[in-house]
């Protein structure tokens, strides 16, 4: 895994300097340390070892100096892309003991020295360090990535600190601009733990739309339905009364299509609830629909289980279909009906997470070659914390597109 990150070894441009400061490092350093890393990237372990080494012994023993602090970065990630963690932790610590450490590199040594605990398996360790790269970033107004995020989840999850855990990921998952199934399986399995069954019922969902294909996913969306709405009574019987058209109430038809679901009969279910629709007895609210668009998620046709989302949003207006539909409609690389429903979200003041909701519709504007309007939403995105440094990025590479 960490051979594919990468080495963040900050290096001062080959300007000619006499001496090194505590923020400059002097040409022959900067000679020496692009050849170590050229080393690195070669997987020249042994050429680097002995450079390391002898430059070492001979030249910086001070480690309160900045160049001596990029050494010991560098003896860090020297062992890190080996998958010698062990070796490379006490490094980081050392870099880390330069007090003038500038703040980006302090960053990045606390995230290399972070996952290194986390590979060695010291959660403890790893959640000490991510707190405090996530404390720096929050109060300089730079990102606490999504990766690390999940990375803290679960850390605090090996430590039994579900809360914590489950806070952290689905952070992660809303901060991304992709949904991920490993990370939403992760906050899925979290809010079961915790109970939080409204929320668990809305991860399903979503993990049902990355990949309708795995069974686990609609057992257990279906699951959580049947195990929080309907009662202990025999609904198997509901479906011979259904047969025989006894069936009374709208409880009954939605249990009953709860289970056909939980029983993976999205086609009867389906049918059971239309039924309902059709003869008055089910209402056309904003609820059912999304059970009907459930259903079709979990019989893979995704055009039809939007559809019904729309419905649904036709029927109340939610920020929150809203912006679920327009997610769905960004992964289907639909780029006009993403924008549409984002837009939607963003008029009904969608507040969840309103910095990645200007992101992605600078992204889909993007995407349709709007790329003076797409500047507009990204330009907004800098408001927020959370989007502030991939808002940066999109402007500066449509900046450099002349655009």
């Not at 398996?121 to 999504?146: D, H, V």
């Not at 991304?176 to 079961?192: C, P, R």
């Not at 056309?284 to 949003?313: M, P, T, W």
């Not at 989007?387 to 990025?393: C, D, H, L, N």
Request: glycine residues 4%.
């Amino acid at each position: 895994m960490y051979k594919y990150l990468l080495i963040f070894i900050i290096l001062v441009a080959p300007t000619p300097i006499l001496h090194s400061s505590d923020d400059a490092i002097s040409q022959f350093t900067y000679g020496f340390l692009k050849r170590i890393n050229e080393y690195i990237d070669d997987e020249n372990y042994e050429e680097a070892q002995r450079d390391l080494d002898i430059f070492v012994r001979r030249y910086f023993l001070n480690e309160q100096s900045y160049e001596r602090s990029l050494i010991n970065q560098l003896y860090g990630n020297f062992y890190a892309v080996q998958g010698k963690y062990e070796e490379a932790i006490p490094w980081f610590v050392k870099s880390l003991k330069f007090k003038k450490i500038p703040l980006v590199t302090g960053l990045q040594v606390r995230r290399n020295l972070a996952q290194c605990y986390f590979q060695n398996s010291n959660y403890l360790g790893t959640i000490k360090i991510l707190e405090e790269y996530k404390a720096i970033s929050i109060k300089r107004g730079l990102l606490f990535a999504p990766t690390d995020r999940v990375m803290l989840g679960i850390s605090y999850f090996k430590d039994d600190k579900y809360e914590k855990a489950y806070i952290n990921i689905s952070e992660a998952n809303q901060l991304s601009t992709t949904y991920k199934e490993d990370w939403l399986g992760y906050e899925l399995s979290l809010a079961i733990q915790l109970k939080k069954y409204a929320e668990a019922i809305e991860t399903a969902q979503l993990l049902i739309f990355v990949n309708p294909d795995k069974k686990e996913y609609w057992k257990q969306l279906s699951g959580l339905y049947y195990t929080q709405d309907a009662d202990n009574e025999s609904l198997a019987g509901l479906e011979l009364a259904y047969e025989q058209n006894t069936l009374t109430n709208e409880k009954e038809y939605l249990d009953l299509s709860r289970y056909y679901l939980y029983k993976n009969l999205p086609q009867k279910a389906i049918k059971t609830i239309r039924y309902g629709i059709d003869t008055g007895i089910v209402s056309e609210s904003k609820k059912n629909y999304e059970l009907l668009a459930d259903s079709y998620f979990i019989l893979k046709d995704r055009a039809k289980g939007i559809q019904y989302l729309e419905e649904s949003l036709q029927l109340e207006s939610d920020p929150n279909t809203a912006f679920k539909i327009g997610r769905f409609a960004f992964e289907e690389e639909d780029w006009n009906t993403a924008f549409k429903y984002l837009q939607e979200a963003k008029k009904l003041k969608y507040n969840k997470n309103p910095g990645r909701l200007d992101i992605l519709m600078g992204i889909s504007l993007y995407e349709l070659g709007n790329y003076q309007k797409s500047k507009i939403f990204f330009n907004n995105a800098l408001e927020f914390d959370e989007s502030k440094i991939s808002a940066e990025g999109w402007l500066s590479y449509l900046d450099d597109l002349g655009s």
